[in-house]
């Protein structure tokens, strides 16, 4: 089994930035990875997505501000975020497909706080 764990959110004002960081447990093969976050009473919603390959997708919220990149020595995926905005306020989650089993594993979440 593999775990995910998250790091890197926080509290930040209006226009800053933060960079999220998932990493794997152990050596891992991952097929796509991404991020996703929830907002208070809603559902959980797609935020970035990168293939193996490094083809990048992003909510069009988010789309100039944010960016997606993946380190596959290190089993490792990222999200820059810049630009900041209250509404980005949320708990991040990462996401990643197992290479062989397609199996879809979750990180544990970190919140993101914008404050204006």
């Known amino acids: 089994q593999v775990q995910l764990v998250e790091s890197g959110g926080g509290l930040v004002q209006a226009g800053g930035s933060l960079r999220l960081s998932c990493s794997a447990s152990r050596r891992f093969s991952f097929a796509a990875m991404g991020w996703y976050l929830q907002a208070p009473g809603k559902q959980r919603e797609l935020v970035a997505h990168?293939?193996?390959?490094?083809?990048?997708n992003y909510t069009d919220s988010v789309k100039g501000r944010f960016t997606i990149s993946r380190d596959n020595a290190k089993n490792t995926v990222y999200l820059q975020m810049n630009s900041l905005k209250p509404e980005d306020t949320a708990i991040y989650y990462c996401?990643?497909?197992?290479?062989?089993?397609?199996?879809?594993?979750w990180g544990q979440g970190t919140q993101v706080t914008v404050s204006s």
């Open positions: 990168i293939s193996t390959g490094g083809t990048t």
């Open positions: 996401n990643a497909i197992g290479a062989y089993s397609r199996i879809a594993y």
